[in-house]
């Protein structure tokens, strides 16, 4: 698990109750991963802590956008980005984080990274699908939309007026019943 000192959270001076942390992500923290799917990032973090006696509970929310390519297009568009994780640290003997909600740590640890949960909450929200606004509604024009354009298939109305009378027959067959 990759982890970047910056999102580490020292969380053993700190007493019970809420305390909040926040970050603003750039390209830096995915180049950090190796990740290489947004030309641009610009994320601003909420880091929301509630720390009682036996476990911590952390949400995090996220607002901003990342700037990626359109898979139809391949025109470069900002995305926004708009997501929450909530998840839960507990003390057990040895570190296990195998259940994505539940994070155990060892009891003397005094802090905690959030740097890969943060990474995966937001690859997460961003759609599989990029698809441009201005190809949703019509409005972007560039080469690849052209040409799709011109490619996709024409109406069947031509079709429709040589059809053989005698089907419509056995089509009334079929409505009859």
Known sequence: MMKLKEFSIPFSGLKQGKHSFEYNIDNKFFEAFEYDEFNSANIQIEVLLNKTSTMLELEMKAEGTVNVFCDISSEAYDQDIDSTLELVVK?????????????????????????????????????????????????????AVDKLEELQPKEEKENKEDIDPRWDALKKLITDK
């Open 91 to 143: 003390f057990g003997d040895e570190y296990n984080d195998e259940n994505e909600e539940i994070l155990i740590i060892p009891h003397g640890d005094y802090q905690v990274n959030v740097s890969q949960y943060l990474y995966e909450m937001l690859v997460l929200a961003v759609p599989s699908k990029r698809i441009h606004p201005g190809v949703l509604d019509g409005t972007l024009r560039s080469k």
